[in-house]
């Protein structure tokens, strides 16, 4: 029997001000770091409001959460228990289409205002080989008229240049994005813009404004009826900003903040002095398993996750992809028991509750790749160790995009015209910003793929997972 349970707000929310902004209020953020902020309000009080902001979509639900005091639910649900709680901790929002252009940069010109966390995934930081990518057409535009910006990058440092103005101290961006060094990222893209604009900004920048590495973690599918469902017998009504996760989340930060800390350590977040192995531990055993699920799961036929756990035969390949080919790619602090947590994520994957469609997961799949199969592919190869899996998962890729009808993904028309190619892995491989060049350089790699793309389209991706995966 499944029992339900509802968590108000314990803190004041009188007392809160705008000292967080949050760019990207879409599901993740509802469900990870405004709860994290949620739960350390109740645990140490304080002024830590955050205002939330979207740039493009949403418009329609900021106003919605506007017209319910800015109190939304989070449902953490798993096959025996829903929890849901009631997030207090947004109290305002922002959108152009609702505000205005200037709202948002004028908000960070506030001295109120410390910390700004982003979700904009990870085509917003218009990044191309780690650096801002300067033929992006968000870009030129925003380069144009750097005062009306479009773009997330645009929109920071404009709002840094009016803060700079505003002769303020600096603040602290925190990047929620899963992307390796996600911190570091930002700062480049922002500096690269910033130097495009005003040399003496990005000099500012440099010298006041901090960009944390973080690693986040909780699976929050696509709010779908199941979700709108629990809220609605919960709650007797529906909340249109509600969402629907897993019970697991987990949040570890770096130490460098340049104007205070909010209560996220309280929220129970992991504050440390270096994320990289915790962030390498997700992007591989956890992401990377969830793309590889994506694309051969679909290739099977399956519609979820959790589908796919109910695969005997793929549960045993993404465990042994896990355990053989990600793990031992990764250098964890003493006390990481990888084995533990890799059976811990099979036991999340497989969550009843949440309907995490493999569909949702294979969007933006040329961004995700890079850190989540190829970095540790490109180790193995240095190495002289198996990766068949992990082959097998990047073929996958190509064999999907070769068969679907609509590719969601911001290259969509370069991966369609190359999957329709007399040699489709060579003409995806060979596109600039995914492979590495000193993998793209190894024969080696290339070999492996074209040999895996081979036995999915001669034997299918059932008998190959039989035989790379064996009970």
């Not at 349970?5 to 803190?11: F, G, H, R, V």
């Not at 509600?242 to 309280?266: S, Y």
């Not at 519609?303 to 695969?311: K, L």
């Not at 592919?377 to 070769?402: F, K, N, S």
Request: charged share 25%.
């Amino acid at each position: 029997m499944t029992t339900t349970e509802i968590i108000a707000p314990t803190y004041d929310r009188a007392a809160l001000r705008p000292r967080i902004l949050h760019l990207g209020f879409g599901g993740f953020a509802r469900a990870h770091p405004m709860v994290f902020l949620n739960e350390g309000l109740a645990a140490r009080g304080g002024d830590w409001g955050a205002v939330v902001a979207r740039l493009h979509s949403g418009a329609e639900g900021l106003r919605a959460l506007r017209e319910a005091d800015h109190l939304y639910h989070v449902a953490e649900a798993d096959g025996d228990r829903i929890a849901i709680r009631r997030i207090g901790a947004v109290i305002g929002t922002l959108h152009p289409l609702n505000d205005g252009t200037d709202a948002i940069p004028d908000l960070m010109a506030t001295e109120a205002l410390a910390l700004v966390t982003t979700t904009v995934t990870e085509k917003g930081y218009c990044a191309v080989n780690g650096r801002l990518d300067r033929d992006h057409p968000g870009v030129i535009g925003d380069l144009a008229s750097p005062t009306r910006p479009g773009t997330a990058i645009g929109v920071l440092v404009e709002g840094l240049a009016r803060r700079r103005a505003a002769r303020l101290g600096g603040l602290t961006i925190l990047s929620c994005d899963n992307l390796p060094e996600n911190g570091a990222l930002t700062r480049r893209v922002v500096l690269d813009f910033a130097r495009a604009c005003d040399a003496d900004l990005a000099e500012w920048i440099e010298g006041q404004v901090r960009f944390p590495n973080s690693m986040v973690d909780r699976i929050v599918p696509a709010m779908g009826e199941e979700g709108h469902r629990i809220l609605r017998d919960a709650l007797g009504r529906d909340d249109p900003n509600g969402i629907l996760c897993e019970p697991f989340r987990q949040w570890v930060i770096e130490d460098d903040f340049a104007a205070g800390r909010p209560p996220f350590a309280e929220g129970g977040a992991q504050i440390v002095a270096d994320v990289l192995p915790f962030e390498e531990m997700k992007l591989r055993m956890l992401n990377g398993a969830h793309t590889a699920l994506a694309c051969l799961g679909q290739l099977l036929g399956h519609d979820t996750v959790a589908d796919c756990m109910g695969d005997a035969a793929l549960r045993r390949a993404i465990r042994h992809l896990m355990m053989h080919e990600q793990a031992p790619t990764l250098n964890m602090p003493d006390g990481v028991d990888l084995a533990a947590y890799a059976e811990a994520l099979l036991r999340r994957f497989a969550n009843p509750r949440l309907r995490h469609r493999l569909a949702q997961i294979a969007t933006d799949t040329s961004q995700k790749i890079p850190q989540r199969l190829l970095a540790p592919a490109e180790v193995h190869l240095r190495r002289g160790t198996p990766w068949d899996m992990t082959a097998l998962a990047i073929a996958g890729w190509i064999a999907l995009l070769r068969r679907s009808d609509e590719i969601a993904d911001p290259r969509a028309d370069e991966l369609r015209a190359a999957s329709r190619a007399d040699d489709p892995v060579s003409a995806i491989l060979a596109l600039g910003g995914i492979v590495p060049d000193s993998l793209r350089a190894r024969p080696d790699f290339v070999t492996e793929i074209h040999a895996a793309h081979d036995l999915i389209q001669t034997r299918g991706v059932a008998r190959i997972i039989a035989t790379r995966a064996p009970s």
